[in-house]
């Protein structure tokens, strides 16, 4: 008779709950291609004694989009990531 009935989460809830899921299978094809971008370098790398430039671009944007759905996820921002919002771009000054 007295039991605990928990609270139906606010519809702004539940949006974001199919929105990490979302965001979460969106991580996982991103692990997927930057492991493949990782072993794809390494043969371009002992074949040509030298990593390739535009290779390196995707790697980088590819860890910084993962960064963003992992801040997303963790409730860290409420910004969404790509494809909600722009692809991440490479903000570094280094010259690779």
């Known amino acids: 008779m007295n039991e605990l009935i928990a609270p139906v989460p ?3 809830l539940w949006l974001r709950l199919v929105l990490m899921l979302l965001m979460a299978l969106a991580f996982q094809l991103a692990v ?3 492991s493949l ?3 794809l370098q390494l043969l371009l790398a002992v ?10 671009q995707l790697g980088k ?6 960064a963003q759905i992992a801040v997303f996820e ?3 921002s409420e910004e ?7 692809w991440p771009a490479d903000t570094s000054q280094t010259k690779l």
């Open 10 to 12: 606010p519809r702004k």
């Open 32 to 34: 997927w291609l930057l």
């Open 37 to 39: 971008v990782a072993l």
């Open 47 to 56: 074949v040509t004694d030298a990593p390739n430039a535009r290779l390196q």
């Open 61 to 66: 944007s590819l860890g910084r989009y993962l």
């Open 74 to 76: 963790s409730f860290g």
């Open 80 to 86: 969404l990531p790509f494809p909600f919002s722009e």
